[in-house]
């Protein structure tokens, strides 16, 4: 009643009744009036809290996909009634007292990425439940979920490496690598390469001597480039209605796994890492190595999202000379497709990773299994398009057993 207008007018009135029920010497009116003349006191009376301040925080459970947030209010009333919010849906409304620390909540996440892990509404309670403040704007809290990493070996590398330190096997002579040939001594050669047995066996003029050269060690540069555009789950049935409880794994759940995964490796192998979003105004990460820049490429992955929007990106991302390619994307239009040819084309070593998950067509009608069968014949004609184009296409699973062995075999035919 002391929260609406008509309620507050019905109180002065009464207030009013009871003032003439003295006036005229009518007790049994004062009767009647003065029990609501008190409540109009104690209207005019009702407190006037501070701003009422909530505030949400989040940290890693024990359990791998486990999500312990806190909500605190500070609000200077007798309690406070808070609506929590988790996942967009409304888990439950709760009493709790004024303090740092009220409502403590545990979150089970089913996918990688971002997404609103606590939304938290509340309003102030004064006076037994007398009076009731109004309620505060909705306050949220998102989380970036990093997907766990598959251990990967060998990488495919290009055919031609530029870099100065590494593991791989560069294109230069140099020291660290396997034997090169046998080469007359030159400036600049150190005497300790010199082959005496090769010299007493080769040498024409008395005086030449030869060196047993090596190849250099070379490290390499990964891009890797994820297509946004999409998040298609493995139910079918919910493609275009987005329904993470429902849909199973998602393309980008692949994607986040895969590109960490590839980071990781090629990371531990002393590699350049660079990351880019394929979407219009898309996070970049210039390339970089090191324990600081795995970490730098984690919180990115985890933080990408679906574009939402139909704009795809519009010049081709900066890509270092003789670099590999990994093009993240479930092929399902032919944007994530002509990048790659284009990258192909311009000499670039492309591994296409198809992050399609397997799908399933249960719950759908004839036309929808057409449908379906049109999209599959798309996707699976564009992955034959790379593979004639000279890219190598994997497909990555959740496993990630599949793709280890698929880098592999890459890595040594092209070798």
């Known amino acids: 009643v002391a929260k609406s207008g008509v309620g ?39 407190p006037r809290p501070a701003r009422i301040a909530v505030t949400l925080d989040a940290g890693s459970g024990a359990e791998p996909g486990t999500v312990h947030g806190t909500v605190g209010v500070r609000a200077g009333a007798d309690w406070v009634q808070l609506a929590i919010d988790q996942g967009g849906v409304r888990r439950g409304v709760a009493d709790a007292a004024d303090g740092d620390a009220v409502v403590r909540t545990t979150a089970r996440l089913r996918h990688s990425g971002p997404v609103e892990l606590i939304a938290a509404t509340a309003r102030a309670v004064a006076f037994d439940g007398a009076w009731v403040s109004t309620t505060v704007p909705r ?5 970036n979920a990093a997907p766990t990493p598959i251990r990967l070996g060998a990488l495919p590398v290009a055919s031609r490496l530029r ?3 590494g593991i791989h096997r560069g294109s230069r002579p140099g020291q660290g690598g396997d034997f090169r040939d046998i080469h007359p001594f030159a400036p600049g050669d150190e005497l300790r390469r010199v082959d005496w ?3 007493a066996r080769l040498a024409r003029r008395p005086g030449d001597l030869l060196v047993r050269r090596t190849d250099t060690l070379s490290d390499a540069s990964v891009v890797i480039m994820i297509d946004t555009a999409d ?7 919910t493609w275009g209605f987005p329904d993470p409880d429902r849909s199973g794994v ?11 995964s590839i980071a990781t490796a090629a990371i531990a192998a002393g590699d350049r890492v660079a990351l880019h979003e394929l979407s219009a105004g898309g996070r970049t990460i210039a390339p970089g190595a090191g324990v600081r820049h795995l970490a730098r490429l984690r919180r990115a992955i985890a933080a990408t999202g679906v574009s939402g929007t139909t704009t ?6 900066p890509v270092p000379h003789g670099a590999t390619v990994h093009v993240l994307s479930p092929f399902i239009d032919r944007g994530a497709t002509t990048l790659a040819l284009a990258l192909r084309a311009s000499g670039h070593r492309v591994v296409a990773v ?3 998950p397997v799908l399933d067509d249960a719950r759908l009608n004839r036309e929808q299994r057409l449908a379906l069968r049109t999209v599959s014949a798309e996707h699976d004609d564009a992955l034959i398009e790379l593979r004639h184009a000279g890219a190598d296409a994997i497909a990555w699973r959740l496993d990630g057993d599949g793709a280890d062995a698929a880098l592999r075999s890459a890595g040594r035919m092209r070798r």
């Open 139 to 143: 306050r949220t809290l998102d989380w």
């Open 231 to 237: 998040d298609l789950g493995a139910v079918v049935a």
């Open 163 to 165: 870099g100065l330190h």
């Open 354 to 356: 198809d992050v399609l």
């Open 197 to 199: 047995r090769a010299t």
């Open 8 to 46: 507050q007018a019905a109180a002065h009135q009464r207030a009013m009744l009871a003032a003439a029920g003295v006036a005229f010497s009518r007790p049994d009116v004062v009767v009647l009036g003065l029990p609501f003349a008190l409540w109009c006191v104690l209207v005019l009376r009702r």
């Open 250 to 260: 998602t393309s980008l759940d692949l994607a986040r796994q895969a590109a960490l």
């Open 312 to 317: 795809r990106y519009r010049r081709t991302p």
